[in-house]
Nanobody, 122 residues
Framework: QVQLVESGGGLVQTGNSLRLSCAASGRSFDLFGAAWFRQAGGKEREFVASLTRNGKNTYYADFVKGRFTISRDNAKNMMYLQMNSLKPEDTAVYYC???????????????WGQGTQVTVSS
């Protein structure tokens, strides 16, 4: 098992940046592929980005390519999402997720954090 806790959300203006963090505890984090998802009010949870266990392969939703960067530091049991050029439509609760078997673009991950709110004002 792994426990995940997100942090770093907040209120920012359009065009600004935020870095989200996901702290993992329990089993060694390098056993898990991981991802970020987000969920805006009244909408389904959607894929943002994912990366393999060693962090060498990364995948992004089209709407964040060139703006967001996913990374991890397995020595610190941490994952990050650097978000630049934020837009109001990026407003959502952001969740980190992990799975020992697969990484995927659908929210079928075994472990989830509680989420952190990101609000981008226009």
């Amino acid at each position: 098992q792994v426990q995940l806790v997100e942090s770093g959300g907040g209120l920012v203006q359009t065009g600004n940046s935020l870095r989200l963090s996901c702290a993992a505890s329990g089993r060694s984090f390098d056993l898990f592929g991981a991802a970020w998802f987000r969920q805006a009010g009244g909408k389904e949870r959607e894929f943002v980005a994912s990366l393999t266990r060693n962090g060498k392969n990364t995948y992004y939703a089209d709407f964040v390519k060139g703006r967001f960067t996913i990374s991890r530091d397995n020595a610190k049991n941490m994952m990050y999402l650097q978000m630049n050029s934020l837009k109001p439509e990026d407003t959502a609760v952001y969740y980190c997720a992990a799975d020992a078997e697969y990484i995927r673009r659908t929210p079928e991950y075994a472990y989830w954090g509680q989420g952190t709110q990101v609000t981008v004002s226009s």
